[in-house]
């Protein structure tokens, strides 16, 4: 996460190892930011070899008009400007959203932001990163398309559930809400001030006279709605994004509109590697994929990865707790009575081998290895021996972790849980697209007249 808080002017797409799979009968390299599983969601999006070979033109032509037309005081600016954008491609942090992917210009305007990326090991998040990747953002969305008279812009928010996680922030904790709130309201803060620091040089959309009263209500909303309870210095530099956004703004004018949103999952957001989508938390801590020789396997999320690795545990310790949720892949090491019990109903942990990183339970692995034979679903010692193979799913009983641990790696949530947070983000989405919603205001009905 280090490398994503610089802007190197001469950062080029060799710094990064390469990633080369094979994929829909040819060779894709990518860079060693990404996940293997993934390549597949590049050769969807993409006809390209390379992640480099797909975005450089799109950088080059933005580039090119942005010096052409104002957007950079001069070169330099410009080189600063398209090498952090490919830092952040390359690090798997941002990407274009689709349908940018297929020419540099005249497509809708989204950029897709991974929120995990912007965890730093520790557990602690990179809000000073995090406000430059959008800022950034706000200037290619400028550029990618022509000035329609809303000129809407999204710089969508991915993986907010998994950020959340990485951190080790509960989702269903009101500190998981005010985090959530803070990361948005950082964002939009952040955005808003490029969008005002363009409309100075190049003047704000066509529009803005007829929508900024609307808009800078949404955003004076915006300031008073972020909540207390997130971490001191990211509710300080959130609140001091947006109050630095809705000044200049109220100075300037705004070059583009919209900037924040959240969605449900698409190709990029999986080709960078979201574990979860829009303001929903996150869904499972295992993944299932297949391995470089297409045999399936069952992995922990990332976000679940960099929470446990940052709790300090002992290397032997932090083995069990993942053991204790993906299992350990193998019936070796086994109780040895739930072996035997196995073996009395004519199965051997040689047989089983093969079929317990795919399946999704005991039973599911030996149906796959002997058809015939059908399991008990309600054995102790078979449950036991399910434990140890394929794990709990969950992380609630984990050992060597506190309990702010575990909440953090709870997956899924009730329904009052995602109500609570959907509203605590509400005032931070796409500020004048949808005013009667950002606003917090709805239509009261007519009277009746008698």
Request: proline share 8%; net charge neutral; with cysteine.
């Amino acid at each position: 996460m280090a490398r994503l808080a610089a802007h190197p002017l001469a950062f080029s797409w060799s710094d990064y190892a390469p990633l080369t799979r094979s994929c829909a009968g040819r060779t894709v390299t990518l860079t060693d930011a990404y996940d293997e599983a993934v390549i597949d969601a590049f050769c969807g999006l993409s006809s390209h070899a390379s992640l480099a070979a797909a975005m450089e033109p799109l950088l080059q032509e933005w580039q090119r008009v942005g010096l052409a037309s104002g957007v950079f005081a001069g070169a330099d600016e410009a080189r600063s400007w398209t090498g952090c954008l490919r830092h952040q491609m390359a690090s798997a942090a941002a990407l274009p959203a689709e349908a940018l992917w297929h020419g540099p210009r005249g497509r809708d305007r989204a950029w897709v932001l991974r929120l995990s990326a912007f965890v730093e090991p520790d557990g602690t998040l990179a809000h000073d990163a995090l406000a430059r990747a959008a800022a950034c953002a706000v200037t290619a969305l400028d550029l990618a398309g022509p000035p329609p008279p809303a000129r809407a812009a999204s710089v969508i928010a991915a993986d907010l559930a998994g950020a959340l996680m990485a951190a080790g922030v509960p989702y269903a904790w009101p500190e998981g809400r005010a985090t959530a709130a803070s990361l948005l309201a950082l964002l939009l803060g952040a955005a808003t001030e490029a969008s005002a620091a363009l409309a100075v040089r190049l003047g704000p959309f066509p529009a803005w006279s007829g929508v900024r009263p609307t808009v800078l209500r949404a955003l004076e909303l915006a300031v008073s709605s972020l909540p207390p309870g997130a971490e001191p210095g990211l509710d300080r530099a959130a609140r001091t994004a947006l109050e630095r956004g809705l000044a200049a703004a109220r100075r300037s004018g705004l070059r583009v509109l919209g900037l924040v949103s959240l969605r449900p999952p698409g190709p990029v957001e999986r080709l960078v590697g979201a574990a979860s989508a829009g303001a929903a938390p996150v869904p499972s801590l295992i993944r299932f994929d297949d391995d470089t020789t297409g045999r399936p396997r069952r992995r922990l999320i990332g976000p679940a990865r960099r929470l446990i690795a940052a709790q300090g545990l002992a290397p032997e310790q932090e083995a069990a707790v993942i053991a204790h949720i993906v299992g350990h892949g193998t019936l070796e090491g086994a109780p040895v009575a739930a072996l035997e019990r196995l073996a009395g109903f004519g199965l051997s942990p040689t047989a089983l081998a093969p079929h317990l990183a795919g399946a999704v339970s005991l039973a599911h692995a030996a149906a796959l290895a002997a058809p015939g034979i059908a399991l008990p679903v309600d054995d102790p010692l078979l449950a036991a021996l399910e434990r140890y193979a394929l794990g709990t799913g969950s992380a609630d009983e984990a050992p060597h972790l506190g309990a702010r641990a575990r909440a953090a790696l709870a997956e899924g949530a009730d329904e009052a849980a995602r109500a609570a947070m959907e509203a605590a983000v509400a005032p931070f989405l796409r500020l004048g697209l949808d005013p009667a919603r950002d606003l917090g205001q709805r239509r009261r009905p007519r009277a009746a007249v008698g």
